[in-house]
Nanobody
Framework: QVQLVESGGGLVQAGGSLRLSCAAS????????MGWFRQAPGKEREFVSG????????NYADSVKGRFTISRDNAKNTVYLQMNSLKPEDTAVYYC?????????????????WGQGTQVTVSS
């Protein structure tokens, strides 16, 4: 079992930046690939980015490539999502997730544990 707590969300103007953090506790952090998903009102939860156990492999949704960067600090049991050049369409609740596998996937079903989410609102 692993517990995930997101932080760093907030209100930002279009073009601005935010950094989300997800702190993990419980089982060994390096046992899990990590991912970020988001859910806008009235929409399905969608994959944003993922990172492998070691941090050596990452993947991104096309909509955020070149603007978002995922990273992890295994010594601090934390995964980050640096979000730059934010757009109003990035507005959503952002969720951190842990997958009991080496490489991160883009499907919700591949993830075993989820955080409660943090709200990101981008104003135009």
């Amino acid at each position: 079992q692993v517990q995930l707590v997101e932080s760093g969300g907030g209100l930002v103007q279009a073009g601005g930046s935010l950094r989300l953090s997800c702190a993990a506790s419980g089982r060994t952090f390096t046992s899990y690939a990590m991912g970020w998903f988001r859910q806008a009102p009235g929409k399905e939860r969608e994959f944003v980015s993922g990172i492998s156990r070691s941090g050596g492999s990452t993947n991104y949704a096309d909509s955020v490539k070149g603007r978002f960067t995922i990273s992890r600090d295994n010594a601090k049991n934390t995964v980050y999502l640096q979000m730059n050049s934010l757009k109003p369409e990035d507005t959503a609740v952002y969720y951190c997730a842990a997958a009991n596998r080496y490489y991160s996937g883009s499907s919700r079903s591949q993830y075993n544990y989820w955080g409660q989410g943090t709200q990101v609102t981008v104003s135009s």
